[in-house]
């Protein structure tokens, strides 16, 4: 079965940036684009962004665009999410998914942004 | 961008039948595919519904989806609830490079 595994989750001053990771496993990574969607402490679930399976396309919602950059690595078949510039509303766990329908998700990854 | 619309909370009693409705704000609701995810306590959301109405492997048949154009409005129906069906669930759909989240329903099932 797909497994995604996230980390890189910390706590974080606001303003400053962190990097999180999903490694990917038991599917053709390559083949298929990648999300990430977070959650603030109870909330729902906001996507975040979104890759092509070549990492040539990438978008993202409005709330992090100009600071967050989504990258991945086929070769190594890891998905990222740099953060920068983070504000105290970043606070969420991110979860990582496979495709634009979410077909699969991981475990999620909590970030927290404080002073 | 367009808003989905789900009513925030429907109970019903084990055994029935609920239906979960998510209403699009704008555009047309057919013209990309529904997703619906469910989401335990404490748990990562879990796909029930893709691509409108199909079920993942390991979902049980007693979840359904399915789109009304007539009221631009996508539905989950589950039948024969059973007490773990008790959680939250999410519709989600995409436009033009951007997907959008329903706000969530709580099940209760008592």
């Known amino acids: 079965e797909v497994q995604l595994l996230e980390s890189g989750g910390d706590l974080v001053q606001p303003g400053g940036s962190l990097r999180l990771s999903c490694a990917a496993s038991?599917?053709?990574?390559?083949?298929?684009?990648m999300s990430w969607v977070r959650q603030a402490p109870e909330k729902g679930l906001e996507w975040v962004s979104s890759i092509g399976g070549r990492g040539g396309d990438t978008y993202y919602a409005d709330s992090v665009k100009g600071r967050f950059i989504i990258s991945r690595d086929n070769s190594k078949n890891m998905l990222y999410l740099q953060m920068n510039s983070l504000r105290v509303e970043d606070s969420a766990v991110y979860f990582c998914?496979?495709?634009?329908?979410?077909?699969?998700w991981g475990q999620g990854t909590p970030v927290t942004v404080s002073s | 961008n367009f808003l989905l619309t789900q009513p925030h909370s429907v109970s019903e009693s084990p055994g029935k039948t609920v239906t979960i409705s998510c209403t699009r704000s704008s555009g047309i609701i057919a013209s990309n595919y529904v997703q619906w995810y469910q989401q335990r306590p404490g748990s990562s959301p879990t796909t029930v519904i893709y691509e409108d109405n199909q079920r993942p492997s390991g979902v049980p048949d007693r979840f359904s989806g399915s789109i009304d154009s007539s009221s631009n409005s996508a539905s989950l129906t589950i039948s024969g609830l059973k007490t773990e069906d008790e959680a939250d669930y999410y519709c989600?759909?995409?436009?033009?490079?951007?997907?959008?989240f329903g706000g969530g329903t709580h099940l209760t099932v008592l």
């Open positions: 998914a496979r495709r634009w329908v979410l077909d699969y």
């Open positions: 038991r599917f053709t990574f390559s083949n298929y684009a």
């Open positions: 989600q759909s995409s436009d033009t490079n951007t997907a959008v």
